[in-house]
């Protein structure tokens, strides 16, 4: 079955610095969504790709559909404590309507 | 602003004993989801609803779990009996027609004895 996989696991900031992480799918994908969970919390959408290459900004946020859609990435610009959370990616196939989540990014920020 | 409502918060039972959750979804959603997600996991999808048809359960334990959304609207997942694997959180999630997000429901903390 479809499998979609992000790296890192974990990723510890001080704030101001950069952040990224990147999802890969085992097959070509039809749309990538992007959810954020706050710790205790529950996931909250954040955005969807769709077309090949397509890049997303939502102020500090920038998001990246690769060219093949089997990968995507979410870069977040100049960290605020605010942005701590674990960041999943979510791929749906081109012929499933499912969403298959990856394992997500653990981000921490050191204000 | 609408949310999606779910409950019991918590549950905790002992093994072999049955566990109901319940959830309410925005109202209007069609779509209405059931994830299972582990504690360092991402959800993973039991059963998606269209309606009050099942679209998609290839992932729930029939022999254990069942769900149903008998009019369409909110819906209950059952487990029984429960194991101490089943020890998870588990997200009620709908999405409507105007948009591609599911929101998800605040979750039931399952922890199995």
């Known amino acids: 079955g479809q499998q979609v996989m992000q790296i890192p696991q974990y990723q510890h900031v001080q704030e101001g610095e950069d952040f990224t992480t990147y999802c890969n799918s085992s097959?070509?994908?039809?749309?990538i969504q992007w959810y954020k969970q706050r710790p205790g919390g529950h996931p909250v959408f954040l955005i969807q790709l769709v077309k090949s290459g397509e890049v997303k900004k939502q102020k500090r946020l920038t998001f990246q559909f690769g060219e093949a859609k089997k990968n995507s990435s979410l870069h977040i610009t100049a960290t605020q404590t605010t942005d701590v959370g674990t960041y999943f990616c979510?791929?749906?196939?081109?012929?499933?309507?499912?969403?298959?989540f990856g394992k997500g990014t653990l981000l921490t920020v050191n204000p | 602003e609408a949310e999606v409502a779910q409950s019991p918060r918590y549950k905790i039972t002992e093994k072999s004993q049955a566990v109901a959750f319940w959830c309410d979804p925005i109202s209007g959603h069609a779509t209405l989801y059931w994830y299972r997600q582990i504690l360092g996991q991402g959800p993973e999808l039991l059963v998606q609803?269209?309606?009050?048809?099942?679209?998609?359960d290839s992932q729930l334990p029939k022999d254990r779990f069942s769900a149903e959304r008998l009019k369409g609207v909110d819906s209950t997942l059952k487990i029984q009996p429960a194991e101490l694997g089943d020890s998870a959180m588990y997200l009620c999630?709908?999405?409507?027609?105007?948009?591609?997000?599911?929101?998800f429901g605040p979750g039931t903390r399952l922890t199995v004895l």
């Open positions: 979510a791929g749906r196939g081109g012929s499933n309507y499912k969403l298959t």
């Open positions: 097959t070509t994908l039809s749309n």
């Open positions: 609803f269209q309606d009050e048809s099942v679209v998609d």
């Open positions: 999630a709908s999405s409507g027609r105007t948009g591609p997000e599911q929101f």
